[in-house]
């Protein structure tokens, strides 16, 4: 299989399995906002939580792979053996880089709490969050050795074991919740806590880190199904091929330092707010659905593949690609965001309020589910045009690109928030992304037509953007025709109804006006098969 039926199918690939770890953690945050709400264990376990978290998008998924992927995927032509050499380099130099960097983060915790959450100073919070923190950070040496295995499938068109991961740490979270209440006096014997919201938020600490080892295990055991063989055979070396994967991953690692200290101005900002760290991140929930399953699957396969298309010449190759993967993220990233900004309070309300999470909470995350459901598509068309400068082994051009994201996000979020409140945290990350997009995009004028979108997907999207708005117009009448149902019993089956609605409104409408092709989606779906 070659071209774009090949490149669908990944995509499909990636995005079932990543919409099957998203609806987990949709599990796992409805479980938190019910134990934990937006209180003081919730918060500090979430901000514990993004320390890993952060590092690991900059290790991982960021710098590292993003220098890693295009230089194995061109290794692979010189033969397995050289490339999984290569690789084996790579994951000795990780271990040790990130074991030495691992154990002063644990010594620098209070530091690094105070980082990223400083109105947390003086607060029960604070301690809190050191506790969960040290617990949770060795998570990043597990992750970034997983997000490796994985560029490795990824670069031989394995996709499946590297996309069904992160269930896996989702279920260990669900699972460490269940254990924690069904067996109150065993958690708080066993995890050193009285109070039933300690008791689960130190469980969720401890599962952080056991999620990271399932996570690494599973694609490991792939890696090696499919004779990859990993495992270093001599202590850390600087060889040529690692000299070049550090002055590649050098400026993504600086711009993927920049994205996060985007994410860390927000954070800052709403942590002067009581619970909105915790609004911001179920909200960054839902949003994260349709950017997860769209835009990791477009990331994961669209590298490596321009990559291999551009080693070969191929630019009519590269073209089809990258319109491909622009056509099929705005083809569901569009009504997504027309949805968040059409009926975010029911959305809100039915999947997190309940126990601890209550009315304030939903409207509170409501608002920043709206003001992210418009930068939306920002987020995923970064997804579609970074490949084409990684791919070339460009990363100083998004570099400076995330530097001016920089400076946007922190005058909205910090100029702001003595206006709006926390809901500046949410506008900054929208406009920044924005920004970063359109730098992209127009920073690709000199790559000819690899980087150009062809006519199909150029007269599909104005169809795609009609269809949505229809979609959201139907929406808002069913949602207030469902009035009664909501805050019942029902309101379940009224959600389940709404989301109906929403998806017949707008694949039907756009089968009439041309936006959807049930052909090409039916050969798309035959080829998964």
Request: glycine content about 10%; overall charge positive.
């Amino acid at each position: 299989m070659s071209g774009a039926p090949r490149l669908i199918k990944g995509f499909l690939t990636v995005g079932v399995w990543t919409l099957v770890s998203r609806v987990l953690g949709f599990a796992r945050d409805i479980a938190i906002a019910a134990y934990l709400g937006a209180g003081p264990v919730a918060e500090a376990f979430l901000v514990a939580f993004s320390l890993p978290n952060m590092f690991r998008r900059f290790f991982a998924e960021g710098a590292f792979n993003m220098a890693f992927v295009p230089l194995y995927a061109k290794k692979l032509g010189e033969g397995r053996e050289a490339a999984d050499a290569f690789a084996r380099d790579a994951v000795a130099m990780m271990v040790a880089g990130l074991t030495l960097f691992t154990v002063i983060g644990v010594l620098a915790m209070p530091a690094l709490v105070l980082a990223m959450a400083s109105g947390f100073a003086e607060d029960a919070r604070f301690d809190l969050a050191v506790a969960y923190g040290r617990i949770a950070f060795p998570y990043i040496l597990l992750i970034s050795l997983a997000a490796l295995v994985s560029g490795v499938l990824n670069s031989a068109e394995r996709y499946l074991a590297a996309a069904a991961a992160p269930a896996l740490l989702n279920i260990v979270f669900i699972s460490a919740m269940a254990l924690a209440a069904a067996m109150p006096g065993t958690a708080q014997a066993l995890l050193g806590a009285t109070e039933t919201p300690r008791v689960v938020g130190r469980a969720l600490a401890l599962a952080v880190p056991l999620g990271g080892i399932a996570q690494l295990g599973l694609v490991w055991w792939a890696a090696a199904r499919a004779g990859h063989r990993l495992l270093p055979r001599h202590r850390p070396r600087l060889t040529p091929e690692l000299k070049r994967l550090l002055v590649i991953a050098a400026p993504a690692a600086l711009a993927g330092g920049v994205v996060q200290v985007n994410l860390l101005v927000g954070r800052q900002v709403a942590s002067y707010f009581d619970g909105a760290v915790a609004w911001l991140n179920y909200a960054d929930r839902l949003y994260q659905l349709p950017l997860g399953v769209v835009g990791i699957a477009i990331g994961v396969v669209l590298l490596p593949d321009l990559s291999r298309r551009l080693k070969a010449g191929d630019d009519a190759g590269g073209r089809d690609a990258l319109s491909r993967a622009a056509e099929f993220a705005l083809l569901l990233t569009v009504p997504c965001a027309v949805a968040f900004l059409a009926v975010p309070g029911p959305l809100v309300s039915v999947l997190f309020q309940r126990g601890a999470f209550d009315a304030g909470d939903a409207q509170a995350t409501a608002l920043a589910l709206t003001i992210y459901g418009l930068g939306l598509p920002a987020f995923v068309l970064q997804k579609v045009w970074q490949p084409l400068y990684f791919a070339r082994e460009d990363t100083r051009t998004p570099l400076r690109f995330a530097l001016v994201s920089l400076v946007v996000n922190a005058a909205v979020a910090i100029g702001l928030a003595p206006v709006i409140g926390f809901a500046a945290a949410a506008l900054g990350t929208t406009l920044a992304a924005w920004a970063m997009a359109a730098l992209l995009v127009r920073g690709t004028g000199g790559m000819g037509d690899t980087a150009r979108l062809d006519a199909r997907v150029m007269g599909r999207i104005p169809r795609i953007v009609a269809a949505s708005l229809a979609m959201g117009a139907v929406l808002w009448a069913v949602e207030r025709a469902l009035a009664p149902l909501w805050g019942g019993p029902a309101e379940g089956l009224a959600l389940a109804l709404l989301v109906g609605a929403g998806i017949a409104a707008y694949f039907g409408i756009g089968a009439l006006i041309g936006a959807v092709v049930w052909r090409e989606i039916r050969g798309a779906l035959r080829r998964q098969r």
